[in-house]
């Protein structure tokens, strides 16, 4: 088993930043970054493969977010740039082996962190 702790979220105004960072308890092929607002579905927003850096993001965060790794701590990292209130979410770290172009999908992971809020202000 992976047990995943995120840290990071907090409140920022429209045009702020934050860095989200998510621990594993060991290696995982993959690892991401999904969000899920009251009342909408929870969204895939970024993935990375932890050994060759291979990253996939939701078209709604391309240009202002980056996910990054550092593959001897089992760590990931989301920063968000140029955040906006439609932003506002939990965000859920995740670890599993998802096909590249099925990254995005929860249903490709099968451990979850307990989720950090994340809310932007306009």
């Known amino acids: 088993q992976v047990q995943l702790v995120e840290s990071g979220g907090g409140s920022v105004q429209a045009g702020g930043s934050l860095r989200l960072s998510c621990i594993g308890s060991?290696?995982?092929?993959?690892m991401g970054w999904f969000r899920q607002a009251p009342g909408k579905e929870r969204e895939g927003v970024a993935s990375?493969?932890?050994?060759?850096?291979?990253?996939n993001y939701a078209d709604s965060v391309k240009g202002r977010f980056t996910i990054s790794r550092d593959k001897a701590k089992n760590t990931v990292y989301l920063q968000m740039n140029s955040l906006k209130p439609e932003d506002t979410a939990v965000y859920y770290c995740a670890a599993g082996t998802p096909l590249p172009l099925e990254s995005l999908r929860s249903s490709e992971y099968n451990y979850w962190g307990q989720g950090t809020q994340v809310t932007v202000s306009s």
């Open positions: 990375i493969y932890l050994e060759s850096g291979i990253t």
């Open positions: 060991k290696y995982s092929n993959c």
